[in-house]
């Protein structure tokens, strides 16, 4: 499955942005998928993951309670919205895949089997 990330860009601090993630050659149904984020400098991070099989979600302490992972009906796309955005939300952002019962927890990226070209969202204080 090949994966497209959209809709990064500059905001103010306090602004809301909502990136999508599109999946080519097949859907999202039996997979999880995750949101990752990477600024200068700093590790690989995820942020925001959903289970399709459960619908289940987790979230890094970091974003909880501000940024929300969710998927069309179709399982064609997968949303991460982020509210109240900060400039050490600062980063590229991946979406990532794995087939549903192949990972321990979908917000550690060495488990995650496919991986989209990233988006850059810049929050300017």
């Known amino acids: 499955v090949r994966l497209v990330e959209s809709g990064g860009k500059l905001v103010q601090t306090g602004g809301s942005l909502r990136l999508s993630c599109e999946a080519f050659g097949d859907t999202f149904d039996d997979y999880a998928i995750g949101w990752f984020r990477q600024a200068p400098g700093k590790e690989r991070e995820g942020v925001a993951c959903l289970s399709s099989s459960d619908l289940s979600t987790e979230y890094s302490d970091s974003v909880k309670g501000r940024f929300t992972i969710s998927s069309d009906d179709a399982w064609k796309k997968v949303f991460l919205q982020m509210n109240s955005l900060k400039p050490e939300d600062t980063g590229t952002y991946f979406c990532?895949?794995?087939?549903?019962?192949?990972?321990?927890?979908?917000?550690?990226?060495?488990?995650?089997?496919?991986w989209g070209q990233g988006t850059q969202v810049t929050v300017s204080s």
């Open positions: 990532a895949a794995v087939p549903e019962g192949d990972y321990n927890s979908c917000l550690e990226s060495d488990y995650m089997d496919y």
